[in-house]
């Protein structure tokens, strides 16, 4: 009778007898009693060979006190789950897209970035894109053939966006754009010139203006008119309006704020006969703002002539803009007063949320409030016929906006550099769309983009309005 | 320079200058001249004396010639015994030369003219011009007096002009006996006086280093030895080879044999280790040359002759299987207390990354958790507990497997091996973690638990040979996943093994014309990895027969380069035995000729520091070549093998990479990475972590992976922040590219890998000795990042476990005589080159006390900081035996 000992994981089982004329199997329901697991699971080793069930003892050369080692466990054998887990590399394009987070970028078809940075931040407007999502294929008549081709086109490549993980050439929409706004074609020593993204936002906007006019002659102002478009009213004829679809923010040496380069862009000068004086005198004319848009977009003039080089130079200057705008000082007194009851609202909405503090002042803060909800009482009626206006919806304007998109500009002119537009998406995270890469920005950095050097600054900014329901 | 002569002063240590020595005699001359009568009252008479002298030495009278021959010789003995300056008689005797010179040639044969003739001698050494060897002349026809009783500057004179003499004669094939007479006295002489490094050089010279046998004592010899070894990194072949062989027999005539040992080690010669055993009769300090053995990671067996007891020789044997290597580095981890098992997440520190990771889908990325897979692998390897693979199987829903089934595919394979990886070295618990995969009907499971196997029992020997048992079986398996599983787990368990069984199971698969390729290419690279550095030719044959099978399309395949390189790991640093394998491989397919011939010039040369060799491979660089030839890639890492053996090479080495980088083309640019990933490799030198860095941002995306895989290979095992840093702004700005981001998070395993405590450095004994198996490791997963996309970001990413097999813990533990491991007082500091410097210096420099087990890093050295211990071997690397000394006294 030889006695082995057997090594099993830290143990060791001294001296088991084994009896060489039964066939191993027995041995090893020899180790089963002692360590648990099932014969057919365990594997003993004999110097580079595993002992089978049926081995011949003899063979095998066991000398007396020989040290062997076993392998196996009483364990579970593992089995795969019923249901594979799923893998974002097997997930179809789409399903990968949303789990993205943010859509695709736009590949540079040769000096396009302008064109793809002004689209990243229209595509940004989800209500621009349902409207566009609403219009019909059949032209109407009151449509040109070009607009409306360019419709379609801005529809499709918004669709195609959300679609795709990789990055987007935007070629259908870019032979449309050229079609409708030959100005866009130049080329210049056989390529594509860089033009200024300010230009082909505007048109856009207008052909999209006018392609999205509701079907029947009605009252009622196009969708983007809704969407983007702010009047202004000069203060001294009071008469006067003037719808615009962006503010412009001018830079001067005074001007180290947006705030301030709105109020200096809402002034206009201009020399006329005054008949009063009898002869021609320069005119300040003061514009403040009549309505508020949905979004309300600012354009930083950056650019101008410079007739000694004749080209378009570009103002360098740092103008920070913030997170939160308010331009409650640039409205009209009517205006004014409209906005006062959703103001105290979202001052209160905002006080809640701070707690304890805004609740004890509340009680003092009482008579003021009252005060401020007699004076909304008594503009009450103009205030619903505007809320009527704006679709009947029930929220308000705050005349308080929140930065939602940025366009900046990369260069010393116009004509050259590179845009590149910062969006903000839905849950919050900012994302740079530069041409084809799309990356993932903080909001610090945002703010940084105010000018000053030559770094990316800040071109077109657009504000999306805090409204509140009242 | 004060013309006092100074003879207590012996410039031992100091360069001989010749220079020196002559300039200011001229100058000294010319100011005689002018200002003969400033000279004092006593420099005056010694100058009218040895006029005297030297008019009288040419009288007719011997009588008087003998007194004046002797008061001149007196006079210049006086002054000469030590020389900083030149002597005054010399100065005086200066104008006297010629005409001594000429009566000397007209004197008859007598004992004066030999007189005359060594005086002659000394004066020629400043006198002679130069390559004339006028001094050497004299002396050889002088009366063959005491040489040192004329100084030292005048016997190192003339070791000078006896090296130059001997290369002449040898042109002439002369004889040298009377040469070698006067070496046997200088060598002598020198060997008295702490110059051996000027013995060593002489001997050298003369090529006659066994004469060092004869002179070397106790004194002397470790000085000696020291030099001998480092001198050998610099010399040609056979000349390093003569060399070492000299510094053994020292060694062994000291009963020094540890360091016999080292060199034996070195020299690869087993006759040499096994004479170590045999002539040590300590039991402790073969448990010691065991530990050594171990670390070198070669498979040795014991036998009678070496250890006559039969229990002392298991318990010796149970140290070489490097059995006990898991518990000590567990002891380790328990001491710095980082048992604590980290997740994938604790390396990537994603919340330093202001919330830009952690916008993550919901959905998992299976390229994403395999990342992880291989992160938690390399950081928690060895540690035996980890947050993803070992958690207690009753958790929720699904048991163990979970992590696993976040696998995709081919990615389960690298799960179940990470597994072996997680419990590396401790065998028995290993298999029992791994053994539950063997029974799944998946195969990529059963593929990734058979490379557990491997993995777990890298550099570990059993008796049992568990690995061989379990993973034969499957070698024929009909599905190739799993075949490769067990191939290359085969590989892994046995490198370096020469395992007769494996190669009589794997060579038939290499010639078999059914086998897909990617089992050959692992076959190959299997026995490549089993018979590293062993020439041997039978294995050679398969795999030459396999390559010459190919097909010209399966040529162009990416995994093709593995059968060249399982050829070239054969001759790894074998150097010439090389040559008929190169010559054979002149006659393959041209698609992978040239592949094969910088493979096998690479590896032969491997570690040598070989400088022609270099510059042939420098050579290849700079050819401009036809598209598609890929041979330029084996070529840059092969500048880097070749180099990374000794400092100066290797630094050398870092600046011409930079030249190769700037001219080189694409497909070199690719490798350049790599080459100072292997340079540098553990090591994070900031200038190499600087070019990475840059080159890590390159446009051509695959310079880019090279470059970031490298940067982890060099910060590999050393938690180094910066690099840690580096990695996580790269998986920022990567975010969205997933190869680059999968080889960013390999990276950050590698950077910490093992927490902190290993090393894939496979240079160790203070930079002496080189593992074989770990280049070869090391060696292959470069090979590979050659064609990142086919392979690691490919379904072949499990070639990234070949790492195993450099994978060191980079600790000193020390251990008492019973092996139970003690806590002992040590400095560690920047390890200092004290080759050939005088006295008795400082060998580490800015060092901090700690006390055993500790951690050292790239060019750190350890010493005892107490008296209360001798260590056993004087390497403090790894394992080492104390000894308490007896002639210690509590203070």
């Known amino acids: ?50 002992l089978k069930d049926d081995a011949d003892w003899s063979k095998l050369g066991l000398k007396n006190g020989q040290k062997l080692m076993m392998m196996g466990t009483a364990d579970e054998i593992v089995k795969a789950p019923e249901k594979g887990p799923v893998f974002m590399e097997d997930l179809p394009e789409e399903e990968q897209a949303a789990n993205l987070g943010y859509s695709a970028g736009l590949v540079n078809l040769g000096n396009t970035c302008y064109m793809n940075s002004t689209m990243q931040c229209l ?117 006067e309006t003037e719808s615009v679809f962006s503010l412009k923010c001018h830079i001067s040496h005074e001007v180290n704020h947006l705030h301030e380069g709105l109020k200096h862009g809402l002034k206009g000068e201009l020399e006329k006969t005054s008949p009063a004086l009898g002869r021609t005198a320069v005119y300040i004319k003061e514009s403040l703002i009549d309505s508020l848009p949905r979004y309300l977009t600012v354009q930083f003039v950056r650019f101008f002539w410079k007739r000694e080089s004749n080209q378009k130079a570009k103002i360098l200057r740092k103008v920070d803009y913030p997170l939160e705008l308010d331009i409650y000082d640039l409205c009209s007194e009517d205006l004014r007063k409209k906005l006062e009851a959703p103001r105290q609202k979202l001052r209160d909405i905002e006080g809640q949320k701070l707690g304890l503090q ?64 910062w969006v903000k998406q839905e849950s919050g995270k900012w994302v740079q769309y530069d041409d084809a890469n799309t990356s993932l920005q903080r909001e610090e950095d945002i703010t940084k983009l105010s000018g000053g050097g030559d770094w990316h600054m800040a071109y077109i900014v657009m504000y999306k309005a805090r409204l509140i329901s009242m | 320079m004060a013309p006092v002569p100074d003879p207590n002063s012996v410039g031992g240590g100091a360069k001989r200058d010749e220079a020196t020595t002559k300039i200011p005699s001229k100058d000294s001359k010319k100011k005689d001249d002018k200002k003969e009568e400033d000279l004092s009252e006593e420099d005056l008479q010694l100058k009218q004396n040895l006029e005297l002298y030297v008019e ?173 070894t480092s001198a050998a990194k610099y010399l040609p072949g056979p000349d390093d080879m003569l060399v070492l062989d000299i510094a053994y027999m020292i060694y062994i005539k000291f009963a020094e044999y540890p360091n016999a040992l080292q060199i034996a080690l070195f020299l690869d010669n087993m006759q040499y280790v096994k004479q170590v055993f045999t002539s040590c009769t300590d039991l402790v300090k073969k448990k010691q040359f065991c530990y050594m053995i171990a670390r070198h990671g070669m498979t040795f067996e014991l036998d009678q002759e070496m250890v006559a007891n039969d229990e002392d020789k298991e318990a010796l044997q149970d140290i070489v299987n490097n059995s006990k290597l898991s518990e000590g580095y567990l002891t380790l981890a328990r001491d710095i ?49 980890d947050k993803l693979m070992t958690v207690p199987s009753d958790s929720t829903s699904g048991s163990a497997g979970n992590w696993l089934f976040k696998n995709k595919e081919h990615g389960k394979t690298s799960a179940v091996a990470s597994l072996g990886m997680i419990q590396l070295w401790d065998v028995e618990t290993g298999l029992g973690h791994l053994d539950k995969y063997f029974h799944s009907n998946d ?189 330029q890639g084996p070529a840059v890492i092969g500048l880097a093998m070749v180099a990374m053996s000794e400092e100066l090479g290797l630094d050398m080495e870092i600046r011409s990479l930079e030249r190769v980088l ?123 990042c050659l064609d990142m996309k086919s392979i690691i970001l490919g379904k072949y990413h499990y070639v990234l476990y070949f790492l195993v097999l450099a994978m060191q813990p980079r600790m000193m533990l020390t251990v008492d005589q019973s092996l139970k491991p003690i806590s002992v007082p040590v400095r560690v500091g920047q390890a200092v080159d004290v080759v050939g410097q005088a006295g008795r210096p400082k060998t580490i420099t800015g060092f901090q006390t700690h006390s055993t087990p500790v951690l050292l890093a790239a060019g750190e050295r350890a010493e005892l900081a107490t008296e209360k211990y001798i260590p056993l071997s004087p390497i403090l690397e790894g394992f080492v035996i104390l000894k308490e000394n007896p002639d210690y006294r509590e203070e």
Not at chain 2, 363 to 382: H, I, P
Request: aromatic content about 6%.
């Open chain 1, 358 to 421: 805004a609740s004890a002042k509340s009680s003092s803060n009482g008579d003021d409030v009252k005060m401020t909800d007699a004076e909304g009482s008594s503009n009450g009626s103009g205030e619903s016929s505007s809320g009527d206006q704006q679709g009947g919806a029930a929220s308000h304007m705050t005349g308080i906006y929140d930065l939602v998109s940025v366009l900046t500009h990369k260069g010393r002119s116009a004509d050259s550099g590179h845009y590149v537009s």
């Open chain 1, 1 to 50: 009778m030889l006695t082995v000992s057997v090594k099993w994981q830290k143990k060791v089982f001294e001296s088991i007898e084994v009896d060489t004329l039964q066939p191993p199997y027995v041995f090893k329901a020899q180790l089963y009693d002692l360590s648990g697991v099932p014969p057919e699971r365990q594997k003993i080793m004999v110097k580079g060979r595993l």
């Open chain 2, 443 to 631: 195969n990529p499971v059963v593929a990734g638990a058979l490379l557990g196997v491997g993995i777990v029992n890298c550099g570990i020997k059993n008796d049992c040979d568990p690995a061989f048992a379990l993973l034969s079986g499957y070698i024929d398996n009909e599905d190739s996943s799993v075949r490769i599983g067990a191939i290359m787990g085969l590989g892994i368990a046995y490198a370096g093994s020469q395992n007769d069984q494996i190669k009589i199971r794997l060579s038939p698969i290499l010639n078999d014309a059914n086998t897909p390729l990617d089992v050959i290419a692992f076959a190959a690279l299997s026995l490549g990895m089993i018979y590293v550095g062993s020439c041997n030719e039978e294995v050679a044959q398969s795999i030459i027969f396999a390559l010459m099978d190919r097909s010209e399309a399966e040529l162009g395949e990416a995994l093709t380069r593995f059968l060249p390189l399982g050829l070239g790991l054969l001759y790894l640093g074998k150097q010439e035995s090389v040559e008929a394998t190169a010559e054979v491989s002149k006659t393959f397919n041209e698609k992978i000729r040239k592949y094969c011939d910088m493979t096998l010039l690479s590896c032969a040369y491997a570690g040598t520091g070989n400088v022609l060799k270099v510059q042939d491979l420098l050579a290849q660089c700079g050819e401009h070549l036809v598209k598609g030839d890929i041979h």
């Open chain 2, 337 to 385: 207390e980082v048992m604590e098992a980290k997740t994938p997440e604790d390396i990537y520190k994603a919340h330093l990354l202001d919330g830009r990771a952690s916008s993550g889908p919901s959905v998992d990325s299976a390229r994403q958790n395999l990342s992880a897979t291989f992160v938690n692998a390399f950081v928690n390897a060895g540690f035996g507990q």
């Open chain 2, 662 to 784: 700037q001219y080189g083309e694409q497909n070199i640019r690719r490798a350049v990475p790599l080459a100072l990933g292997l340079l540098c490799i553990s090591n994070p030198k900031v200038t190499v972590m600087d070019t990475l860095s840059r080159l890590s941002h390159d446009t051509d995306s695959e310079v880019a992976m090279a470059a970031i895989i490298s940067l982890g290979l060099i910060g590999a095992g050393t938690n180094n922040a910066r690099i840690a840093g580096m990695l996580r702004n790269l998986s920022s700005y990567y975010y969205k590219d997933a190869s680059l981001l999968f080889c960013v998070r390999i990276a950050q395993g590698f950077v910490h890998m093992g927490k902190g405590l290993l090393t894939l450095n496979p240079f160790h004994s203070e930079r002496l000795l080189l593992s074989p198996t770990a280049l070869a490791g090391i060696v292959t997963l470069l090979h590979a």
């Open chain 1, 123 to 239: 595509k940004s407007v989800p209500e621009l894109k349902s409207e566009l999502s609403n219009y019909q294929s059949a032209r109407t008549k009151d449509v040109d053939q070009t607009s409306h081709m360019l419709t379609v086109a801005t529809r499709e490549l918004f669709r195609e966006l959300d679609k795709s993980v990789k990055a987007v050439a935007p070629m259908p929409f870019w032979m449309v754009l050229q079609k409708k706004y030959p100005q866009f074609a130049q080329l210049h020593n056989g390529n594509h010139m860089q033009q200024d993204a300010e230009e082909c936002w505007t048109q856009m906007l207008y052909t999209l203006s006018q392609s999205l006019k509701p079907p029947s002659p009605s009252e009622d102002p196009d969708a983007v008119r809704a969407l983007f478009g702010l009047n202004l009213r000069s203060s001294e004829e009071s008469s």
């Open chain 2, 56 to 228: 009288r030495v040419q009288d007719p009278n011997p009588e008087l010639q003998k007194i004046a021959l002797e008061s001149m010789r007196k006079e210049i003995r006086d002054s000469t015994s030590s020389m900083t300056s030149v002597p005054k008689p010399l100065k005086f005797l200066r104008p006297h030369y010629g005409v001594l010179k000429e009566f000397h040639a007209k004197m008859a044969e007598s004992d004066l003219k030999k007189m005359l003739a060594d005086i002659l001698s000394v004066l020629a050494l400043t006198m002679s011009a130069e390559g004339e060897r006028e001094s050497l002349n004299y002396r050889l026809n002088g009366s063959e007096s005491d040489i040192g009783s004329w100084g030292h500057e005048y016997v190192r004179n003339l070791a000078g002009e006896i090296a130059k003499e001997y290369t002449i004669r040898q042109g002439e094939e002369s004889s040298i006996e009377d040469l070698m007479d006067l070496v046997q006295q200088i060598v002598s002489f020198h060997m008295k006086h702490n110059a051996e490094t000027e013995a060593v050089d002489l001997l050298m010279d003369v090529e006659d280093l066994d004469l060092l046998l004869e002179h070397v004592d106790n004194t002397n010899f470790r000085r000696t030895c020291n030099y001998l």
